[in-house]
């Protein structure tokens, strides 16, 4: 009978402790913080001031953009041969017309040389064709076949003057040298690349930019 009584009176103390509890959890604590923030003053406002001023506001396009020369080429020979001179450096800077190699044209000049003398002999003798026929002591027909092997000979030694100069590598234009690739004494074939060389003045600049922001660029 006590023990009944005890616990009784235990449970009934633990229902009224764990009421009270609960009645000051969710009754009257939410109803002290909402006076406490109704009687509190509202934080102070803050305020950022500066002197009014006009500017001129350009757009701008952020881009990652590439160099890239205004005209760039490879030097390389029409005609094989040996290198015998090389008049440049790497990245020596050149004007147009410049000397940048030379290709052994020994056997041309011996050939320059022959046909030379083969034109000197074919202008006297249409020279003397012209005073014999000027006399009437010759026909037409040889003053015209002198004047075709003059000018036969005239024409072998131009393509033998243009083969030399062919072997003479100049700079077509103005620019920047690369990397040169071969050196004095080798032997170099058609179409192989000495060196290159790039002008630079001007120069472009290739940029990528979104479709949408096309409208935006315009020259300055």
Do not use: C, H
Not at 39 to 45: E, G, I, N, Q, R
Not at 61 to 66: D, F, K, R, S
Not at 180 to 204: A, E, H, M, N, W
């Amino acid at each position: 009978m006590k023990r009944t009584i005890v616990f009784i009176a235990v449970l009934t103390f633990l229902v009224t402790l764990g009421g009270g509890l609960g009645y000051f959890q969710f009754v009257l604590k939410p109803n002290m913080i909402k006076q406490f923030i109704l009687k509190a003053p509202p934080p102070p406002a803050t305020v950022a001031v500066t002197t009014a001023a006009s500017e001129t506001w350009a757009n701008r396009l952020p881009a990652i953009g590439t160099f890239r020369a205004f005209q760039e080429i490879n030097i390389a020979p029409q005609i094989g041969g040996v290198i015998v001179a090389v008049r440049v450096e790497s990245g020596q800077d050149v004007a147009k017309g410049d000397l940048l190699f030379e290709i052994d044209n020994s056997v041309e000049q011996a050939d320059l040389k022959n046909n030379l003398a083969v034109l000197k002999n074919a202008e006297l003798a249409l020279e003397r064709q012209r005073r014999l026929i000027q006399r009437g002591n010759t026909a037409e027909a040889k003053v015209d076949s002198a004047e075709a092997e003059r000018d036969s000979a005239a024409a072998a030694v131009e393509r033998i003057r243009a083969i030399i100069t062919q072997k003479m590598l100049t700079a077509p234009f103005s620019g920047r040298l690369g990397i040169r690739k071969l050196d004095l004494g080798q032997y170099v074939s058609p179409g192989t690349s000495l060196i290159t060389l790039q002008q630079l003045d001007p120069i472009f600049v290739d940029f990528p930019i979104p479709e949408k922001s096309l409208d935006l660029l315009k020259p300055g």
